[in-house]
């Protein structure tokens, strides 16, 4: 496993993270969560995502217990704030108060006394950006959490929020966590330069397209029974990719794969790594064979030839915009 600086940050996390949405609380049980865990740190992946909002705080209690044997200082925990936790005006947003009392509430479902990376999980356009820094900065300046970041935030609110902590002599942020795959590269036009001023990681997720880029699904056929396609809880996030020309790239992308004796999800990866500005992709996985396979991406170096070739593939579906 080879390791990047989150950001301009000295923090050191692995090319591959592993992430808990849609799996660990929700769809997997319990000892799904501990064996891939286990798989985690036996392939040397250090970086673990989850957020509040997550099954409304299951995917933190499953990533807390599975995590609670190892030694705290030998990973990095990130989790989130900002989506409904509760019915009251208050129980959303980027407020201070839902801020301060919804990482009281991360840090005892995950059972540890800090957040290595606190993250805003979205934009709060009814919040002062200056409340939400300070919040952030504060409790920074307690222990609570290490490092702070954001989610989803477009390259201008990436960029305010920079200038506004730089004037106010705060705690920089350290990480953006966008959408990003050879499918959705928007990130790519600004977000990307602007973080890369700002001193911001990428920390992507969806890395392969809700398990598109695996290969797994067929243009014509419907999706096999037991896969997240065919689950009708989940599949709205995923129809969108169920397109043919999606599904005939994804083919296309799957033999340059096997002629370079890679499987497509770690072609897809390493494509992403290619990226400098890129700190780590964060995978999903309900079984460890699934973390072995992905954690093999790491330190694999695409070619300029097979850059070339995997932009002439995407050619097709480049104009593709999912439905959010």
């Known amino acids: 496993m080879k390791y990047r600086n989150l950001g301009r940050t000295g923090l050191k996390v692995s090319e591959i993270g592993l992430g808990s949405w849609l799996t660990y609380g929700t769809a997997a049980e319990q000892k799904a969560a501990d064996l891939c865990i286990e798989a ?92 939400t820094l300070r919040a952030l900065d504060d409790l920074t300046a307690q222990g609570k959490i290490l490092y702070a970041g954001v989610s989803e935030w477009t390259a201008a609110q990436i960029a305010s929020a920079a200038a506004i ?41 969806s890395p392969l397209a809700q398990g598109i880029l695996t290969g797994k699904y067929k243009p014509g056929q419907k999706p096999a029974e037991g896969t997240r396609a065919a689950d009708s809880s989940v599949n709205q996030v995923i129809g969108s990719y169920l397109r043919d020309d999606v599904l005939n790239v994804t083919q296309e992308l799957n033999q340059l794969a096997e002629s370079l004796d890679l499987k497509l999800s770690q072609l897809a990866l390493a494509w992403i790594l290619r990226q400098k500005g890129v700190s780590s992709a964060i995978i999903g996985a309900s079984r460890a064979e699934q973390v072995r396979e992905n954690a093999a991406a790491s330190g694999v170096v695409l070619s300029e030839e097979t850059l070339a070739k995997i932009e002439r593939i995407l050619e097709p579906v480049k104009d593709f915009a999912p439905a959010r």
């Open 40 to 131: 985690a740190f036996e392939q040397g992946i250090n970086f673990f995502d989850t957020a509040n909002a997550y099954n409304r705080g299951e995917g933190e209690k499953a990533m807390g217990a599975a995590l609670s044997k190892y030694e705290r200082s030998s990973y990095v925990l990130s989790t989130k704030v900002f989506f409904p936790m509760g019915d009251g005006p208050n129980d959303r947003g980027l407020s201070r108060k839902h801020i301060v009392e919804q990482c009281e509430a991360s840090l005892k479902r995950l059972g540890t006394d800090y957040i290595d990376v606190y993250f805003c999980h979205r934009y709060d356009n009814d919040t002062p950006v200056e409340e």
């Open 165 to 205: 902590s730089d004037r106010r002599n705060l705690r920089p942020l350290a990480s953006n966590q966008p959408i990003y795959n050879l499918f959705e590269r928007y990130i790519e036009d600004e977000v990307l330069p602007v973080s890369e001023q700002a001193g911001l990681g990428q920390v992507v997720f």
